[in-house]
T-cell receptor, first 117, second 112 residues
Framework: AQKVTQAQTEISVVEKEDVTLDCVYE???????LFWYKQPPSGELVFLIR??????QNEISGRYSWNFQKSTSSFNFTITASQVVDSAVYFC??????????????FGKGTKLSVIP | ETGVTQTPRHLVMGMTNKKSLKCEQH?????MYWYKQSAKKPLELMFV???????ENNSVPSRFSPECPNSSHLFLHLHTLQPEDSALYLC???????????FGQGTRLTVV
């Protein structure tokens, strides 16, 4: 069975600090996809990134960067120079294929990030 | 107009009531999902519809009844719920064969 662990339940940082959110996963699949979603107080889950299991290149998008390490089954997310608008719950997720070609996401429990002005 | 729209945003219902949650997607996707998010559990997949056919039902109690009349609409019919069913219910959609799902803002359900 697939499993996603986000060990950090809550993190507080002061604005402009860098912060890293950890994600560790378990799967027996050789092909899989990893995701990060952001859930602001409004409730909607906002898709941030997808990474497939064959692509271990790190990715940077503005202040966001992701470090995928297959050897340690980790997919960590770093926010550089954090801002108050980054305050949200962040979810790491792992996909598996369900019937008829659709995908099921297994989510971690989420990390609540609070950025203090 | 957001990609995935859920109504109502908030719902309070008694244990003997019958209500329905609605989800509509404007992204041209052909797979839709219901997830449940409660306070102390990870997001749990409830149902998957692919091409309007239910393909997953993750041991969800029969008091939850999904309906997918077409690829753009998804309903969750609720009856005789329990207080522990109080949660945020999220709808999502995706394109078959594409991995990422896009979520609505959810319906915050309180059962009293």
């Amino acid at each position: 069975a697939q499993k996603v662990t986000q060990a950090q339940t809550e993190i507080s940082v002061v604005e402009k600090e860098d912060v890293t959110l950890d994600c560790v996963y378990e799967t027996r699949d050789t092909t899989y996809y990893l995701f990060w979603y952001k859930q602001p107080p409004s409730g909607e889950l906002v898709f941030l990134i997808r990474r497939n299991s064959f692509d271990e290149q790190n990715e940077i998008s503005g202040r966001y960067s992701w470090n995928f390490q297959k050897s340690t089954s980790s997919f960590n997310f770093t926010i550089t120079a954090s801002q108050v608008v980054d305050s949200a719950v962040y979810f790491c997720a792992l996909s598996e294929v369900t019937g008829a070609g659709s995908y099921q996401l297994t989510f971690g429990k989420g990390t609540k990030l609070s950025v203090i002005p | 107009e957001t990609g995935v729209t859920q109504t109502p945003r908030h719902l309070v219902m008694g244990m003997t009531n019958k209500k329905s949650l609605k989800c509509e997607q404007h992204l041209g996707h052909n797979a839709m999902y219901w997830y449940k998010q409660s306070a102390k559990k990870p997001l749990e997949l409830m149902f998957v519809y692919s091409l309007e056919e239910r393909v997953e039902n993750n041991s969800v109690p029969s008091r939850f009844s999904p309906e997918c009349p077409n690829s753009s609409h998804l309903f969750l019919h609720l009856h005789t719920l329990q207080p522990e069913d109080s949660a945020l219910y999220l709808c999502a959609s995706s394109q078959k064969g594409v991995t990422e799902a896009f979520f609505g803002q959810g319906t915050r359900l309180t059962v009293v």
